[in-house]
């Protein structure tokens, strides 16, 4: 298998422009697509509903994102005095996290959702204005930290009906040109140390996100339901994983990305470690040097109403220099 750079992009369509291209404007958060004001955006951050909420937000963005003070009141709308005084109240520092002894579970790759926050991406940021943390994970490499990959899942779904969901604003959608926001939803957070997420659309359509972290890579799943009475055509899911959380893995370029189908992989800039990422069934892989990210997008469907889409997808990382074994060997390991 060769090392050399194979871009292979989809039809030129407007999901295209979401992330990869973004060849066109991007859409301001206080404007409506038409020019006309529109009603101000909710708050993009999310404050915890009750002590134990915030103890496992607190934990999440200090001990894994290591996160600063001005990042945490970003994520949860608390000023600057209420999280250093629900640090101490928790003792929850940057030097404290416990060791992976204390849960058996970090056998696994640990995966968390996304606190927001933060901007998970280097550049491209007008292409992604208020992202969403709802479809969004965290997944930690097995080396030193904090070094994170954040996955978007879906990052968006695109059908004849037009483009039905985005995890952030930049293009109109479906829903934006009726003046409609979706509703704001959280992780289901699973003992097993799993994520799973389900979101019903106005107009019936529901998808699922399932998100199972192992040894060796972490397995996503996604399905979406058409619950309306029409058939959709040209339905498709796009996934990204964002690289900017990755030090060594963040540069804005190229150069260091295998993209061969289905499998699209970044090397550090030492050499010796890698990302990779792919998606059952992949229609097209693709990198993004501006955010910089990766791309591994399962194919195109129809689908009847009624009728249940899936798509499985991989995560992992490698230290070594023999890629191709990599390949080889993922091949037989990613869905068994």
Same mark, same amino acid.
């Given at each position: 298998?060769? +090392? ?31 020019? +006309? ?43 600057? #005095?209420?999280?250093?005084? #629900? ?19 970090? $056998? ?72 409609? &926001?979706? &509703? ?6 699973? #003992? ?5 997420? +389900? ?119 490698? $230290? ?5 074994? &990599? ?10």
């Amino acid at each position: 298998m060769s +090392q050399s750079l194979s871009l292979l992009v989809s039809p030129p369509i407007l999901l295209a422009l979401l992330c990869c291209t973004a060849t066109v404007g991007h859409v301001r958060a206080d404007e409506a697509p038409s020019g +006309q004001p529109a009603k101000p955006p909710t708050a993009n951050h999310r404050r915890p509903a009750n002590d134990d909420e915030l103890r496992y937000w607190l934990q999440n963005m200090v001990w894994y994102h290591q996160f600063t003070v001005d990042e945490v009141t970003a994520a949860t709308g608390m000023d600057a #005095a209420e999280v250093r005084s #629900a640090l101490a109240r928790f003792d929850i520092r940057s030097d404290n996290r416990p060791g992976p002894d204390a849960d058996p579970e970090q $056998e696994k790759i640990l995966v968390l959702p996304y606190p927001g926050g933060r901007h998970p991406r280097v550049g491209h940021r007008l292409a992604a204005i208020r992202p969403q943390r709802e479809s969004k994970i965290s997944i930690f490499a097995p080396w030193e930290q904090p070094s994170y990959v954040v996955v978007d899942v879906p990052e968006a779904i695109e059908a004849d009906l037009g483009l039905l969901f985005l995890a952030h604003t930049h293009v109109p959608t479906y829903w934006t040109e009726q003046n409609i &926001e979706l &509703e704001r939803l959280e992780w289901n957070r699973r #003992a097993d140390g799993g994520l799973d997420i +389900q979101r019903r659309l106005p107009n019936g359509i529901s998808f699922t996100t399932r998100v199972d972290p192992l040894r060796e890579g972490v397995r996503m799943s996604f399905a979406l339901t058409n619950g309306t009475d029409q058939k959709l055509t040209r339905l498709r899911m796009v996934p990204c994983a964002i690289l900017g959380g990755a030090p060594g893995f963040e540069q804005q370029t190229n150069d260091n990305k295998i993209l061969e189908k289905p499998f699209a992989a970044c090397r550090s800039v030492a050499g010796d470690r890698w990302i990779i990422t792919s998606w059952e069934g992949c229609r097209a892989v693709v990198g993004n040097s501006k955010c910089p990210c990766l791309h591994s997008d399962p194919p195109m469907w129809e689908c009847e109403p009624g009728q249940t889409v899936t798509a499985r997808g991989w995560l992992s990382f490698y $230290e070594g220099t023999d890629i191709d074994a &990599e390949f080889r060997r993922l091949d037989a390991v990613m869905y068994r």
